[in-house]
């Protein structure tokens, strides 16, 4: 039992990083709690004051959300670790380790799906709906949707290119997003997603118990783990090595996604906001170039800044392919919701400005994602979402969205300088 | 002319000193090994000098030239293999220096050239997947060799490869210092350095700790190899010579240390006792005995300098 708690710990606090989320995590849980335990009139409201009571509940269960994702997010390396100690020896020597291994993943996955239903029922305490559904309803919809999107963290780690990053972000966030969405409209008994989250556990111990017959499936291609594109005829020599040869690919890999979405997703907030986020995951593809570009580099014999103007013109060829095909998509969408002009061009625009910022936000990134990346990261997703409401509200803010985009191109321009700064002092052994 | 020369060169990742103050002169010509053991900051190095790292402190020149202009211009004449070959498993090798070369900006002679260089030609046509370990660290020395550059940077050339195909490298390597290019290889397998190059440099915790030629390196301080026809007597006056600082007894000869290092005083000192040498030769040390004997010495010094 301790060697299974041991684990179930380092799984989620492997890296510094995964510990500092987990302790943010609990911290905002513990806040929570004891927000709804000691001050409940808060979110009970009083008769004077009943909006001061829903605005306090929108908070709280905006920080459950947010303390059940971070928690989420601390364990992100699980699937990793798992993996690298099913296919070790060390865990045949230790009594039980396969049992072990699979009860520490399973007690993750279990707690963080029990503490996010716990989180969920408080969230809507004396709300006029049944009680003990509700914690159950999110049970099974937490153990489906965090099973998921771990498997899929898992295939992501196992075959690591742009493509499979690229679609391993996407269905991530369809599979905590999308049984959710279905759940709150009725149009699913949650009861039913623990078959198959009993048969991907079932899945999962088979590969554990079995891991060592699976080495030969595990091991990754050299091709694949470097993640270079596949030639294509008349694919450029430098976009193969920086796996840029094959833009129709990730152009047409945002398609199914668009399709499912839009089955689910009938707003047009909605829609717009995952338009933009494919747009922005697009540019955010560049993010990888500084590591790759180091064999260009040495076989290439450019310069600093030939070489980041090569790169640079790859990656925003790349771009225009994938924003074309969202364009197409979004004129259907428009049509079909019958977008006004103004909606529809300022949209596109909100498009073109998001992959624009995605690119060279990723081209600036040649060190990983740090604190100050990410912050940069998150401040332009930000005020993206700002721009999709501004250009869906009703009514909708033309002048500010167009403002706005303006704002947008001096970020843009900014992240630009800063990534053709950084590319001139590379050093690719921080990469 | 001096193809490479460093001065002072340091690289310090956080906390962690990777290389201190490296300071050598590799001429035109030279087959140049930087030998070390893992971590010692070989790589580290190689790859400032061919600019995929910043040094944090120090200089260097490539073809006695230091601008920025001049490095860029240097580096064109470098080629290396920084990286455990790395191609499209399923295109042949042929198509895959095709990729190489449209990146150097090169036509489908050269190509041909380097395949020729690596003797390669009639096995190109096959799947880069199907080839051995040796073929395939010969078609990264073909891809490196594509644009004939002077001077060759081959960072583990024999690693992980099989007796036969160290061999083969080896022999590569050689043929290419007999075509007159210069190279500059790391590793930490002692005896290919020792096989292959004609100076070397040891570096161990970032810090160069002796370099040299190899005969310099190896050559022992004041070990001499002693042969009489009795043995039982040569050792006896050996150790009673008042110079003698140690002696060890092989099967067929006498190995011993000097202390004021003066052969002909020994040979005097033997003969005046009616023991004539038909054997007196400089005692020669392996590689490895030198590699060993100068880090451990470094890194003593490095802890009392500490």
Redesign the interface.
């Known amino acids: 039992m301790k060697a299974v708690l041991r684990l179930a710990v380092v799984c989620m606090s492997a890296t510094p990083l995964a510990h500092g989320l987990a302790i943010a995590g609990l911290i905002l849980v513990l806040l929570t709690l004891i927000t709804q335990r000691i001050f409940p009139w808060w979110t009970l409201g009083v008769a004077a004051q009943p909006r001061l009571a829903l605005g306090f509940q929108l908070v709280l269960a905006l920080l459950s959300s947010i303390a059940s994702l971070l928690l989420f997010c601390s364990a992100t390396g699980m699937p990793a670790l798992i993996h690298r100690l099913a296919m070790g020896h060390q865990v045949g020597v230790m009594p039980h380790g396969r049992l072990k291994l699979l009860t520490s993943a399973g007690l993750v996955v279990g707690g963080l799906s029990l503490l996010s239903a716990t989180l969920a029922y408080l969230s809507f305490v004396d709300f006029p709906l049944e009680l003990p559904p509700i914690f159950w309803s999110s049970l099974y919809l937490s153990l489906f949707a965090f099973t998921l999107s771990y498997m899929v963290i898992w295939l992501m780690g196992l075959y690591r290119t742009t493509m499979t990053t690229f679609v391993g972000v996407l269905l991530v966030i369809l599979c905590l997003l999308v049984p959710m969405r279905l759940s709150l409209r009725g149009a699913m008994e949650t009861q039913i997603l623990l078959i198959p989250t009993l048969l991907m556990w079932g899945m999962i111990g088979g590969l554990i118990f079995a891991a060592p017959r699976f080495a030969t499936i595990a091991k990754r ?3 694949i783990a ?1 993640g ?1 594109g ?2 294509g005829a008349g694919s ?3 976009d ?2 920086l796996g840029t040869a094959n833009p129709w690919r990730y152009a047409l890999a945002q398609i199914p996604p668009l399709f499912l979405a839009g089955m689910l997703v009938v707003d047009t907030p909605g829609m717009l906001v995952l338009f933009v986020l494919l747009a922005t995951l697009t540019g955010a593809a560049a993010s990888l170039a500084a590591g790759r570009s ?8 450019a ?1 600093r800044a030939e070489l980041y103007r090569m790169v640079e013109s790859a990656h925003v060829r790349q771009g225009v392919w994938s924003l074309l095909v969202l364009i197409l998509m979004f004129a259907l969408v428009g049509g079909l919701a019958k977008f006004s002009p103004a909606k529809f061009g300022t949209g596109i625009v909100l498009l073109v400005v998001a992959m624009a910022t995605g690119n060279w936000l990723g081209l600036f990134c040649t060190q990983g994602l740090g604190w100050r990346e990410g912050g940069c990261a998150i401040i332009a997703m930000g005020l993206l979402m700002l721009g999709a409401y501004l250009c869906v509200a009703a009514p909708p803010h033309y002048l500010a969205a167009f403002s706005l985009d303006l704002a947008f191109l001096g970020l843009i321009a900014g992240f630009r300088y800063l990534a053709m700064k950084r590319w001139r ?1 590379i ?4 990469c | 002319m001096s193809v490479i020369e460093t001065s002072n060169l340091t690289k310090r ?1 956080g906390k962690t000193l990777a290389v201190d103050d490296v300071s050598l002169k590799v001429e035109r010509g030279h087959v140049y090994g930087i030998l070390g053991p893992n971590g010692s900051g070989k790589t ?1 190095t190689i ?1 400032m000098i ?5 040094p944090t402190s120090g200089t260097f020149r490539l073809f006695d030239g230091d601008t920025p202009q001049d490095l ?1 211009e240097a ?2 004449r470098i080629g ?1 293999t ?2 455990q070959p ?1 191609f ?4 042949t090798g042929r198509e895959n220096l ?3 070369a ?3 900006g090169l036509g489908k002679r050269e190509i041909e050239t380097a395949l020729a260089v690596v003797n390669m030609s009639d096995r190109a046509h096959k799947e880069f997947k199907t080839f051995s370990l040796g073929m395939k660290q010969r078609l990264a020395l073909a ?1 490196a060799m594509l644009g004939d550059p002077e001077l060759l940077i081959l960072d583990e050339p024999t690693n992980s490869l099989d007796p036969e195909g160290m061999v083969e490298i080896r022999e590569l390597i050689l043929k290419l210092a007999g075509l007159g290019k210069t190279i500059v290889l790391a590793s930490h397998l002692l005896v290919e350095v020792e096989r292959i190059c004609s100076h070397v440099a040891i570096i161990k915790n970032g810090r160069l700790l002796k370099h040299g030629t190899v005969a310099e390196i190896t050559r022992g301080d004041s070990s001499y190899s002693v042969h009489a026809g009795d043995l039982n007597s040569l050792q006896t006056a050996i150790e009673n010579y008042p110079g003698t600082q140690h002696t060890h007894r092989h099967t067929d000869r006498i190995i011993v240390e000097l202390k004021d290092n003066d052969p002909a005083a020994l040979n005097r000192y033997l003969a005046q006792r009616g023991i004539y040498l038909s054997e007196l030769s400089e005692q020669e040390r392996s590689l490895e005995d030198a590699f060993m004997e100068v880090a451990f010495t470094g890194e003593s010094n490095s802890r009392q300098g500490s």
């Open positions: 291609p050299a091709f470097d270079a596949s030639p450029k020599p430098i193969l090595l180091r064999r260009l580099w040495l076989r290439s014999g310069s002092e050093d690719w052994m921080r | 990742f580290t790859g061919v600019g995929i790292i910043r860029h580096r064109r290396g920084l990286e790395n499209y498993p399923f295109l095709k990729i190489v449209g990146i150097k891809a």
